[in-house]
Antibody
């Protein structure tokens, strides 16, 4: 059973870079066949898709965030990471990592989510 | 980019009621649609994939239908544990997009 776990600072100052890591257990990122994704949820709001990375390193980002987002993968540690630069209070959200099978529809595996607050 | 629109935004219902939630895509997505249930403080849980396929372990009172641009999630007989927020999501193309959510509340 694949499990995902987010980790990183819960508080980030405005204008700084938000950095989160998702550690995968019970399955290998390098085996392929999955999009490893980041999704966020503003407090009391809906779900916003941020982007994905494939094990090969190919990525796709939401155009609304593209200029500030970088997703990377470390297959040796079975982790993938999110960096979001120049954050503002509008980036305060619960951030989820999730896995979607290529050619399937839907995210079957999610992390528990981590709240990141942007505040000075 | 594809936009997803859900209706209603909230619904009040009683245990045993039949509840229907609709989702419309801004362009055709064939059957590339998923439905999720989310409870407060928890990650979303996949209920339906490929518009009408029930995810393993999900009760059969949940069903999905539709293709193209119009989709429906039905709960045939609402149970106490079903009070939650439900989201649709298109999986036809990137960027992925979610509906704004439908909150199912106790009447």
């Amino acid at each position: 059973q694949v499990q995902l776990q987010e980790s990183g600072p819960g508080l980030v100052k405005p204008s700084q870079t938000l950095s989160l890591t998702c550690t995968v257990s019970g399955g290998s990122i390098s085996s392929g066949g999955y999009y490893w994704s980041w999704i966020r949820q503003h407090p009391g709001k809906g779900l916003e898709w941020i982007g994905y990375i494939y094990y090969s390193g190919s990525t796709y980002y939401n155009p609304s965030l593209k200029s500030r987002v970088t997703i990377s993968v470390d297959t040796s540690k079975n982790q993938f990471s999110l960096k979001l630069s120049s954050v503002t209070a509008a980036d305060t959200a619960v951030y989820y990592c999730a896995r979607e099978g290529v050619g399937s529809s839907g995210y079957r595996n999610w992390g528990q989510g981590t709240l990141v607050t942007v505040s000075s | 980019d594809i936009q997803m629109t859900q209706s209603p935004s909230s619904v009040s219902a009683s245990v045993g009621d039949r509840v229907t939630i609709t989702c419309r895509a801004s362009q055709g997505i064939s059957s590339w649609l998923a439905w999720y249930q989310q409870k407060p403080g928890k990650a979303p849980k996949l209920l339906i994939y490929a518009a009408s396929s029930l995810q393993s372990g999900v009760p059969s009172r949940f069903s999905g239908s539709g293709s193209g641009t119009d989709f429906t999630l039905t709960i045939s007989s609402l149970q106490p544990e079903d009070f939650a927020t439900y989201y649709c999501q298109q999986a036809n193309s990137f960027p992925r997009a979610f509906g704004q959510g439908t909150k199912v509340e106790i009447k």
